[in-house]
């Protein structure tokens, strides 16, 4: 999980952060040599999980998030990070044009 920022040949082609993290490429393919990038941005969720997992070191964020506790207040012994990154393949579709 995420959000991922795509590009094709330079061109920005936008962020995705659901699934099912497509974009639409078509206008800026080239017939050979195309450059994809793809640039992943980690969950606020594992950079709170991370700043509260630092002992005694700089926090990233400054947050009234508090991940080491549950709702009731209890505390929790371990903080567990969502799958983050990217997570599987990446492909190209061709889609048929009616």
């Known amino acids: 999980m ?6 094709i040949n ?11 993290f497509r974009v639409e490429i078509s206008d800026a393919l080239q017939k050979v040599d195309n450059i ?10 594992n950079r ?3 700043d509260q997992t630092l002992h005694n070191k700089k926090k990233f964020i ?8 549950d709702y009731r207040d209890r505390p929790i012994d371990e ?4 799958p983050s990154g990217l997570l599987g393949p990446v492909t190209i579709l061709q889609a048929k044009v009616f």
């Open 79 to 82: 903080i567990l990070l969502e």
């Open 10 to 20: 330079g061109r920005d082609k936008g962020i995705v952060c659901t699934s099912p």
């Open 2 to 7: 995420g959000i991922a920022e795509v590009k």
């Open 62 to 69: 400054s947050t009234n998030t508090d991940l080491k506790h």
């Open 36 to 45: 994809l990038e793809i640039k992943v941005v980690n969950s606020f969720y």
């Open 48 to 50: 709170v999980a991370g």
